[in-house]
């Protein structure tokens, strides 16, 4: 096994799973998802949507012309950095209608997204999300719903180092 590959497993024992199994953190995601792809609905099943890996799960207000800068900037992160992971973008939004025909179209269209519209509040009220803490709100997570690091790394460098040091150790691990 080579330097690299034992570094990242001690590196991910270390910040992944240091605590008992029963107190890890859980993200809740319903059993099927409204997914939207080339503008049209459909219904997927959760573990059919989100990567066996790792992956970014990040609620945005759907209703809000300023929050869709989140998707350009997770595009620019993606690109820059090189890095293929799946982000799950939870489109919070009591008017999909309105979010598919006047800000769908301008999100930029990067493969590793995955858009969904939550239209009834489950995912921001299932995990006690707020709109107002939306530095918290975002998560990286493994095996769909295991929550290994919490905090949103757009707004914060040292954050935003550590998603790249896990991103990049699990990726090595495939």
Not at 56 to 83: I, N
Not at 105 to 131: A, E, H, M, Q, W
Request: hydrophobic share 40%.
């Amino acid at each position: 096994m080579s330097t690299n590959r034992i570094v990242s497993i001690l590196l991910l024992m270390l910040l992944a799973d240091c605590k008992p199994a029963e107190q890890r953190e859980q993200l809740y995601l319903p059993a099927t998802l409204c997914t939207v792809v080339n503008g049209s609905r459909f219904e997927q099943n959760t573990e059919d949507v989100l990567s066996r890996g790792v992956n970014v799960v990040t609620p945005v207000w759907g209703d809000c012309h300023v929050c869709m800068d989140k998707f350009t900037r997770w595009d620019s992160l993606l690109c820059a950095e090189g890095l293929e992971l799946n982000i799950l973008f939870v489109v919070c939004t009591s008017y999909p209608d309105f979010f598919l025909s006047t800000l769908y179209p301008d999100i930029p269209k990067n493969k590793c997204f995955r858009i969904v519209l939550d239209s009834t509040g489950y995912f921001n009220g299932r995990n006690n999300l707020k709109l107002e803490d939306s530095h918290l709100n975002t998560f990286l997570v493994k095996n769909s719903t295991q929550i290994i690091l919490r905090g949103n790394p757009l707004h914060d460098d040292r954050l935003m180092q550590q998603y790249k040091t896990l991103i990049r150790a699990h990726l090595s691990l495939r």
